[in-house]
């Protein structure tokens, strides 16, 4: 109280008012972000469990031993930080020893040359999915997302009030691209598509020939391509990983990455956006430096880690790459012969790459299941086991499993979700 009366603060949360004029989206966005899911799963475990929690909602194995980074990558940054070079800030685009390694490691495969001047380092791929979509929010624009996808892009989409439409994704067809709905969604102001390859949440792997059906759909369309390969090379079935990149003189490519998954290390924030442009159209366009506008106004990632890129890219042995590839191929075979024997659960198609399943939830043959979220809700406070309803990921009626874990302690997981359905089983005598 200033004088008897009650005094006026002028601010109010976004979320709640008129930022940008879009408050109600980007609310909702944010609650539908995978961390915010998560921690409303988490808060329903059951305290008095003495059972370990097991995590399947997210794809971070770093926490288990066998997954565990190479020590090249460990020796880089140790290296890095004990040389005291990189103690100061960096500039923006990131430093140029790391941009010219990141170049390098990125032309494998690719029938042109990049130059350490279509890259740009960032805090994690998700900084470069921010830093991408900024740069598109034109007044009146709008990008086509996949659906099911990662919600990251519908939360910085809204944030940015940059329009989303959804395309779908097939199913019955290894979980491909719908090129005709892409091209029905499609008008004067839509600007990009996204493709995450390999899928997250879906586990798919895109042949050459659809990835360049897409690059030539794009192209007809007037749209460049955002190509999310953080998951990239991450690939153990019978389609080998392409890079979108490779079809960059069809259409205009922008791919996004990091050393988060294929190194097994998320919490060192390092990642890239990458110019596949040999046509120099988004240089051309400006496009290019609006994204070194948006970086100058963005964080960096730390001198010392991008310090250690070159040692890291360069010392990593094949070795370790085929182990990793060993473990998730292991851990995908293991979790699809265990939802086969669970009747409410369905995945139509096995992994091939990155570390999700998408699979199918029958809550008709279940008793007191409403949906999906209900469905992981009483998972994790019955079994202790964290999955990811697949309305999260625009995907109704579906859950997301991630298979990246010791597969020991896989097994102990899937045979709590058996157990659970099985209890909640409308004719439990059948089984």
């Known amino acids: 109280m200033e004088n008897g009366t009650k005094k006026v603060w002028h601010f109010q949360a976004a979320a ?38 097991i995590e399947l909602g997210h794809g971070d194995p770093s926490s288990f031993p066998c997954f565990r980074t190479d020590s090249a990558a460990e020796d880089a940054i140790v290296d890095a930080v004990r040389s005291g ?27 042109y040359e990049l130059s350490p001047e279509d890259v740009f380092i960032t805090l994690g791929c998700a900084h470069a999915i ?8 034109r007044p009146g624009s709008n990008i086509l997302l996949p659906r099911p996808g990662y919600p990251y892009y519908d939360a910085c989409a809204a944030n940015r009030n940059l329009e989303v439409r959804h395309y779908g994704l097939l199913s019955d067809h290894g979980w491909e691209v719908d090129l005709e709905a892409v091209e029905s969604l499609t008008d004067h102001n839509t600007a990009a598509i996204v493709i995450v390859n390999p899928g997250n949440p879906c586990g798919n792997v895109y042949s050459y020939e659809h990835l ?23 690939a153990f079935g019978s389609n080998p990983f392409v890079a979108m990149g490779v079809f960059g003189s069809i259409a205009p490519v922008i791919t996004l990455g990091s050393i988060s998954k294929r190194w097994i290390v998320p919490g060192w924030r390092l990642g890239w956006l990458v ?10 366009s400006g496009f290019v430096d609006l994204i070194r506008g948006s970086l100058n106004t963005s964080p960096d990632p730390p001198t010392f880690i991008q310090a250690a890129v070159p040692q890291i890219l360069a010392n990593t042995k094949e070795s370790f790459f085929a182990r990793i590839n060993g473990l998730l191929r292991e851990a995908v075979d293991l979790c699809y012969e265990r939802l086969e024997g669970i009747p409410c659960i369905t995945c139509p198609k096995k992994p091939e790459g990155s570390m999700f ?7 008709s043959e279940l008793e007191g299941i409403k949906d999906d979220m209900d469905f992981c ?55």
Not at 357 to 363: D, F, G, I, R, Y
Request: with cysteine; charged share 25%.
């Open 212 to 234: 360049k059906k897409i690059a030539e759909t794009a192209r007809k369309l007037g749209i460049l391509v955002i190509a999310d390969e953080v998951y990239g090379h991450l």
């Open 357 to 363: 399943a998408m699979v199918k939830l029958e809550c």
């Open 130 to 137: 921010e830093v991408t979509l900024t740069t598109l929010a």
């Open 85 to 111: 070079k990189f103690n100061s800030y960096g500039p923006s685009a990131g430093i140029l020893p790391a941009r010219r390694a990141i170049a390098g490691y990125l032309n494998n495969g690719l029938p």
């Open 377 to 431: 809700l009483k998972l994790a406070k019955e079994e202790s086991v964290i999955i990811l309803p697949g309305t999260t990921v625009g995907q109704k009626g579906w859950l997301r499993i991630t298979f990246a874990i010791e597969p020991a302690t896989l097994e102990v997981a899937l045979g709590r979700i058996k157990a659970f359905c099985e209890r909640h089983a409308k004719n439990k005598n059948k089984q």
């Open 16 to 53: 709640n008012g008129a930022a940008n004029g879009n408050g109600k989206a980007r609310s909702k966005a944010a609650v539908a972000t995978i961390r915010e899911v998560r921690f409303a799963l988490m808060d329903n475990l059951n305290k008095e469990d003495q059972r370990p929690l």
């Open 275 to 284: 110019i596949s442009d040999p046509n120099n159209v988004l240089r051309n």
